[in-house]
């Protein structure tokens, strides 16, 4: 199960069934969105993104949903391996003015620590 | 080859100290960024560079002093840290600044830096 609270919030699965990582962003204007896996030790790893003219993209074992009228994006990792074990991190791509142009700018979400039970 | 690299991975240093931190990225992307990481919780920026110019520096103290010698190399200079500044240092890169294109962020291991 999920738990939230003062600490990362945890998801607990068996090893083979399916994770699914949720995440609420912030701002409407964010163009595009991306997930992190961060193993311990390690930085964030690219896994997936996703631009807010589509609501769905899938890679290899991983599916990433967009629902840009809550502003949630879910993150489904099918039959979970121990190796998955990690903190995945959303990350919302929002632009800023820079010598008349924009900067890319990545907001990250808090995190979610997902544990992959043998 | 999506590789950045990050030296030194762990610098232990006094209040008094000065050290820096380097990051070398040989994929051709124009923006480099420095980040920084507390335990459990999700990387903060810090610094950007972008086609060598500081872009963005998020009203960073200044005993943290950055540097693009080149497209390639980013330094972060410290000197007189604290020891609330102890924590996980990330660099990355990407191809562009962003703006219309996608701005993916690829990440070095961090140095994990204390500071006593």
């Known amino acids: 199960g999920e738990s939230v609270g003062l600490h990362l919030p945890t998801l607990s699965v068996q090893e083979g069934d399916n994770s699914i990582i949720n995440c609420a962003y912030s701002?409407?204007?964010?163009?595009?969105f991306i997930w992190y896996k961060q193993e311990s030790g390690k930085g964030p790893q690219f896994i997936i993104d996703i631009r807010s003219n589509m609501d769905k993209r899938q890679g290899q074992r991983v599916t990433v949903l967009l629902n840009k009228t809550v502003k949630h994006l879910s993150l489904q990792i099918a039959a979970t391996q121990p190796g998955d074990s990690a903190v995945y991190f959303c990350a919302e791509n929002t632009d800023r003015p820079n010598y008349g142009g924009s900067q890319g700018n990545l907001i990250f979400g808090k995190g979610t620590k997902l544990s992959v039970k043998p | 080859d999506t590789e950045v690299t990050q030296t030194p991975k762990h610098l232990v240093m006094g209040m008094t100290n000065k050290k820096s931190l380097k990051c070398e990225q040989h994929m051709g992307h124009r923006a480099m960024y420095w980040y920084k990481q507390k335990a459990k919780k999700p990387p903060e920026l810090m610094f950007v560079y972008s086609y060598e110019k500081l872009s963005i520096n998020e009203s960073v103290p200044s005993r943290f002093s950055p540097e693009c010698p080149n497209s390639s190399l980013l330094n972060l200079h410290l000197h007189a840290l604290q020891p609330e500044d102890s924590a996980l240092y990330l660099c990355a890169s990407s191809p562009g600044p962003g703006g219309l294109a996608k701005n993916i962020q690829y990440f070095g291991a961090g140095t994990r830096l204390s500071v006593l």
């Open positions: 701002n409407s204007a964010s163009d595009y």
